[in-house]
Each structure stands twice: as C-alpha cells, then as structure tokens.
C-alpha cells in the first residue's frame, strides 16, 4: 500500500532484459547466446528516441527462462515477454509501454516454467 505522502515513482516502468551468459553448450542456453545484449541496446535506444523518459530499460542477470529465448520483465506491472527479434522489442513498446496493453503472443505465462533440477 502506498503512502499519500510518498513521492512519485522516479520511473513510470522498470524494463529488466536479461543478459546472463552461460557456457556455450550449456543445457539450458542462455539470453546473451540468444542476442538479448543486442535487443537490450536497442530497447533503450528506441525508448529515448521515442521520448520514454519515465521508462527505464536495465540488464538483468538470469531471470530463469533461459528456455523461451532473450526474456524481459516489466515492473512494476510484473508482465514477463519472450522477444526474439526488434519487430519483438517494437510490439512491446508500443503497446505495452506507449498504450499501456500487452503483447499477448509475446507474453511468458506460469505454462513457462523452467524444466524440474535434476
């Protein structure tokens, strides 16, 4: 619960990319081996061109769903997307980030579990 006295959020929304690397052959991969560095650089790129001053895109170390690809997570709304291309990067923006709506077929849902340890 938030406090009436409690100043503003420095930033409307928090984009965490993951940018963990693993080995290369490693059983579960990795979202650096999967150009997540690349997507992120282009994210932040675009949110300032975009004029996103209140959305601050960040590196992140694993986030644990190393499987589905180069994944973000965007807070403070806790939605979790896939992204595999800049078209990927470029729905998000736009609809979640400047409409402020998701992109359905990029979403990570709780059928996205990373597999049991062994």
Known sequence: MTDPADPPPYFRAHVFVCCNRRPDGHRRGSCAAAGSEALRDYMKARAKELGLRDVRVN????????????????????????????????????????????????????????????
Do not use: N, S
Request: aromatic share 6%.
């Open 59 to 118: 590196m992140a170390g694993c986030l644990d769903r190393c499987e589905f690809g180069p994944t973000m997570v965007i807070y403070p709304d806790g939605v979790w997307y896939g992204v595999k291309t800049r078209e990927d990067v470029e729905a998000v923006l736009q609809a979640h980030l400047i409409e402020g709506g998701r992109v359905r077929h990029l979403m990570l849902t709780e059928a996205h579990q990373p597999p049991a340890k062994t």
